[in-house]
Protein backbone atom coordinates (compact mmCIF):
# COMPACT_ATOMS: atom_id res chain seq x y z
CA UNK A 1 0.00 0.00 0.00
CA UNK A 2 2.97 2.42 0.73
CA UNK A 3 4.41 1.56 -2.79
CA UNK A 4 1.16 2.47 -4.11
CA UNK A 5 0.67 5.88 -2.37
CA UNK A 6 3.74 6.82 -3.40
CA UNK A 7 3.72 6.22 -7.28
CA UNK A 8 0.02 8.84 -7.30
CA UNK A 9 2.16 11.96 -7.52
CA UNK A 10 4.71 10.63 -10.14
CA UNK A 11 1.86 9.57 -12.25
CA UNK A 12 0.12 12.79 -11.76
CA UNK A 13 3.73 14.63 -12.94
CA UNK A 14 3.90 12.11 -15.82
CA UNK A 15 0.21 13.26 -16.97
CA UNK A 16 1.00 17.14 -16.48
CA UNK A 17 4.20 16.69 -18.68
CA UNK A 18 2.17 14.90 -21.46
CA UNK A 19 -0.84 16.94 -21.58
CA UNK A 20 2.18 20.05 -21.92
CA UNK A 21 3.91 18.61 -24.99
CA UNK A 22 -0.09 18.07 -26.48
CA UNK A 23 -0.63 21.59 -25.92
CA UNK A 24 2.28 22.78 -27.09
CA UNK A 25 2.25 20.84 -30.62
CA UNK A 26 -1.48 22.14 -30.98
CA UNK A 27 -0.11 25.34 -30.66
CA UNK A 28 2.82 25.24 -33.27
CA UNK A 29 0.62 22.88 -35.37
CA UNK A 30 -1.62 26.49 -35.69
CA UNK A 31 0.81 28.68 -36.02
CA UNK A 32 -0.03 30.39 -39.72
CA UNK A 33 2.58 29.51 -42.23
CA UNK A 34 4.13 31.54 -44.88
CA UNK A 35 3.37 31.01 -48.22
CA UNK A 36 6.12 30.10 -50.58
CA UNK A 37 6.88 32.78 -52.45
CA UNK A 38 6.01 32.52 -55.80
CA UNK A 39 7.73 33.06 -59.35
CA UNK A 40 7.96 36.59 -60.80
CA UNK A 41 5.89 36.72 -64.17
CA UNK A 42 7.71 38.21 -67.08
CA UNK A 43 5.20 41.50 -66.59
CA UNK A 44 7.33 41.75 -62.97
CA UNK A 45 10.54 41.03 -64.17
CA UNK A 46 10.62 43.86 -67.16
CA UNK A 47 9.22 46.22 -64.41
CA UNK A 48 11.87 45.45 -61.76
CA UNK A 49 14.64 45.60 -64.78
CA UNK A 50 12.82 48.92 -65.72
CA UNK A 51 13.16 50.14 -62.00
CA UNK A 52 16.81 49.35 -61.85
CA UNK A 53 18.12 51.17 -65.39
CA UNK A 54 15.99 54.60 -63.93
CA UNK A 55 17.90 54.25 -60.28
CA UNK A 56 21.15 54.34 -62.55
CA UNK A 57 20.48 56.82 -64.44
CA UNK A 58 19.47 58.82 -61.09
CA UNK A 59 22.55 58.36 -59.55
CA UNK A 60 24.57 59.46 -62.92
CA UNK A 61 22.13 62.41 -62.73
CA UNK A 62 23.20 62.94 -59.29
CA UNK A 63 26.86 62.72 -60.27
CA UNK A 64 26.54 65.25 -62.99
CA UNK A 65 24.07 67.81 -61.13
CA UNK A 66 27.45 67.75 -57.83
CA UNK A 67 29.82 67.84 -60.95
CA UNK A 68 27.79 71.20 -62.30
CA UNK A 69 27.08 72.51 -58.86
CA UNK A 70 31.16 72.62 -58.19
CA UNK A 71 31.37 74.40 -61.76
CA UNK A 72 28.86 76.64 -60.62
CA UNK A 73 30.58 77.69 -56.91
CA UNK A 74 33.68 78.31 -59.03
CA UNK A 75 32.29 80.75 -61.56
CA UNK A 76 31.21 82.76 -58.40
CA UNK A 77 34.89 82.51 -57.55
CA UNK A 78 35.74 83.69 -60.34
CA UNK A 79 33.15 86.46 -60.61
CA UNK A 80 34.56 87.94 -56.99
CA UNK A 81 38.11 87.70 -57.77
CA UNK A 82 36.99 89.46 -61.27
CA UNK A 83 35.21 92.46 -59.28
CA UNK A 84 37.75 92.93 -57.07
CA UNK A 85 40.47 93.38 -59.60
CA UNK A 86 38.20 95.67 -61.33
CA UNK A 87 38.12 97.83 -58.49
CA UNK A 88 41.30 98.12 -57.91
CA UNK A 89 42.18 99.05 -61.37
CA UNK A 90 39.57 101.46 -61.32
CA UNK A 91 41.47 103.48 -58.38
CA UNK A 92 44.17 103.38 -59.77
CA UNK A 93 42.77 104.44 -63.03
CA UNK A 94 41.12 107.42 -60.60
CA UNK A 95 44.35 107.92 -58.60
CA UNK A 96 46.12 109.06 -62.94
CA UNK A 97 43.16 111.19 -63.22
CA UNK A 98 43.45 113.55 -60.47
CA UNK A 99 47.21 113.59 -61.01
CA UNK A 100 46.72 114.76 -64.82
CA UNK A 101 45.15 117.93 -63.19
CA UNK A 102 48.02 119.60 -63.10
CA UNK A 103 49.59 120.22 -66.14
CA UNK A 104 53.69 119.23 -66.72
CA UNK A 105 55.94 121.59 -67.69
CA UNK A 106 56.72 121.87 -71.17
CA UNK A 107 59.98 122.33 -72.36
CA UNK A 108 62.35 121.47 -75.34
CA UNK A 109 63.11 117.74 -75.85
CA UNK A 110 66.01 116.49 -76.01
CA UNK A 111 67.18 114.17 -78.87
CA UNK A 112 66.06 111.04 -78.62
CA UNK A 113 63.73 111.44 -76.03
CA UNK A 114 60.50 110.54 -78.31
CA UNK A 115 62.05 106.86 -79.28
CA UNK A 116 62.49 106.71 -75.12
CA UNK A 117 59.34 107.25 -74.33
CA UNK A 118 58.10 105.16 -77.62
CA UNK A 119 60.03 102.50 -75.67
CA UNK A 120 59.00 103.28 -72.16
CA UNK A 121 55.26 102.98 -73.67
CA UNK A 122 56.01 99.49 -75.40
CA UNK A 123 58.04 98.14 -72.32
CA UNK A 124 55.32 99.14 -70.13
CA UNK A 125 52.18 97.83 -72.29
CA UNK A 126 54.20 94.47 -72.58
CA UNK A 127 54.56 94.31 -68.71
CA UNK A 128 51.20 94.95 -68.29
CA UNK A 129 49.43 92.34 -70.88
CA UNK A 130 52.28 89.44 -69.21
CA UNK A 131 50.23 90.44 -65.96
CA UNK A 132 47.07 90.04 -68.03
CA UNK A 133 46.27 93.68 -67.48
CA UNK A 134 45.80 94.14 -71.04
CA UNK A 135 44.53 92.25 -73.53
CA UNK A 136 46.75 90.22 -76.50
CA UNK A 137 44.57 93.21 -78.78
CA UNK A 138 44.79 95.74 -76.71
CA UNK A 139 48.90 95.21 -76.90
CA UNK A 140 48.89 94.94 -80.31
CA UNK A 141 47.03 98.89 -80.62
CA UNK A 142 49.78 99.77 -78.36
CA UNK A 143 52.73 98.56 -80.36
CA UNK A 144 51.17 99.60 -83.80
CA UNK A 145 50.13 102.64 -82.40
CA UNK A 146 46.91 102.38 -83.51
CA UNK A 147 45.15 104.67 -80.69
CA UNK A 148 48.10 105.71 -79.15
CA UNK A 149 50.63 108.19 -79.28
CA UNK A 150 54.03 107.43 -78.35
CA UNK A 151 55.53 110.88 -77.93
CA UNK A 152 53.43 111.73 -75.51
CA UNK A 153 55.17 112.27 -71.82
CA UNK A 154 55.37 108.83 -69.87
CA UNK A 155 52.98 110.22 -67.27
CA UNK A 156 50.67 110.59 -69.55
CA UNK A 157 51.40 107.31 -71.13
CA UNK A 158 50.81 105.88 -67.58
CA UNK A 159 47.69 107.60 -67.45
CA UNK A 160 46.36 105.71 -70.21
CA UNK A 161 47.86 102.98 -69.81
CA UNK A 162 45.69 102.59 -66.51
CA UNK A 163 42.83 103.32 -68.40
CA UNK A 164 43.40 100.71 -70.87
CA UNK A 165 43.60 98.23 -68.10
CA UNK A 166 40.84 99.43 -66.03
CA UNK A 167 38.42 98.83 -69.35
CA UNK A 168 40.24 95.33 -69.85
CA UNK A 169 39.16 94.20 -65.94
CA UNK A 170 35.66 95.71 -66.46
CA UNK A 171 35.22 93.57 -69.54
CA UNK A 172 37.06 90.56 -68.24
CA UNK A 173 34.44 90.83 -65.06
CA UNK A 174 31.43 91.04 -67.15
CA UNK A 175 32.85 88.03 -69.23
CA UNK A 176 32.54 86.34 -65.65
CA UNK A 177 29.41 87.03 -65.33
CA UNK A 178 27.68 85.95 -68.27
CA UNK A 179 29.80 82.36 -66.89
CA UNK A 180 28.52 82.13 -63.91
CA UNK A 181 24.99 83.10 -64.58
CA UNK A 182 25.18 80.27 -67.25
CA UNK A 183 26.97 77.98 -64.75
CA UNK A 184 23.75 78.57 -62.86
CA UNK A 185 21.28 77.63 -65.50
CA UNK A 186 23.32 74.66 -66.44
CA UNK A 187 23.01 73.81 -62.44
CA UNK A 188 19.26 74.28 -62.37
CA UNK A 189 18.71 72.38 -65.12
CA UNK A 190 20.61 69.40 -63.75
CA UNK A 191 18.88 69.42 -60.37
CA UNK A 192 15.75 69.55 -62.52
CA UNK A 193 16.28 66.48 -64.02
CA UNK A 194 17.64 64.72 -60.28
CA UNK A 195 14.90 65.30 -59.18
CA UNK A 196 12.44 64.27 -62.19
CA UNK A 197 14.52 60.83 -62.47
CA UNK A 198 14.41 59.73 -58.64
CA UNK A 199 10.72 60.85 -58.71
CA UNK A 200 10.43 58.06 -61.67
CA UNK A 201 12.54 55.43 -59.93
CA UNK A 202 9.90 56.09 -57.06
CA UNK A 203 7.15 55.41 -58.74
CA UNK A 204 8.89 52.56 -60.83
CA UNK A 205 9.76 50.69 -57.93
CA UNK A 206 6.16 51.11 -56.46
CA UNK A 207 4.73 49.57 -59.69
CA UNK A 208 7.21 46.31 -59.28
CA UNK A 209 5.80 46.26 -56.28
CA UNK A 210 8.87 45.58 -54.52
CA UNK A 211 8.94 48.92 -51.80
CA UNK A 212 6.08 48.97 -48.73
CA UNK A 213 7.57 52.77 -48.25
CA UNK A 214 8.56 54.07 -51.85
CA UNK A 215 9.95 57.63 -51.46
CA UNK A 216 10.38 58.92 -47.61
CA UNK A 217 12.14 61.57 -46.22
CA UNK A 218 15.07 60.52 -46.17
CA UNK A 219 15.36 58.99 -49.57
CA UNK A 220 15.34 62.71 -50.63
CA UNK A 221 17.92 63.82 -48.31
CA UNK A 222 20.88 64.27 -50.52
CA UNK A 223 18.90 66.28 -52.83
CA UNK A 224 19.68 70.23 -52.07
CA UNK A 225 18.02 72.86 -53.34
CA UNK A 226 19.34 75.64 -55.70
CA UNK A 227 17.19 78.32 -54.48
CA UNK A 228 17.24 81.93 -55.89
CA UNK A 229 20.20 83.01 -58.11
CA UNK A 230 22.58 85.26 -56.33
CA UNK A 231 22.27 88.73 -57.71
CA UNK A 232 25.91 89.53 -59.17
CA UNK A 233 27.49 92.73 -58.56
CA UNK A 234 27.23 95.88 -60.62
CA UNK A 235 29.74 98.71 -61.63
CA UNK A 236 27.65 102.70 -60.70
Not at 57 to 79: C, F, S
Request: hydrophobic share 50%.
Amino acid sequence: MQSFFVSIPQAAVLWLVILLAIAVAAVYVALPRSAPPQPLTPAQRDKLRFADEVAVAADRAAATAARLRAEWATAQEQVDAAFVAFTEADRRARETTRAAAFPLISKRRKPGENADRQRYLHHAAIAACRNRELSIAQLNDVLAHRGWNPRLHPVVQEGLLRQAIREHRLAQYEDAQKLEQAAWHESELAAEALRSLRAEAAAAIVRAGRAEEPAGDEWFADQWATGEMPATKAYA
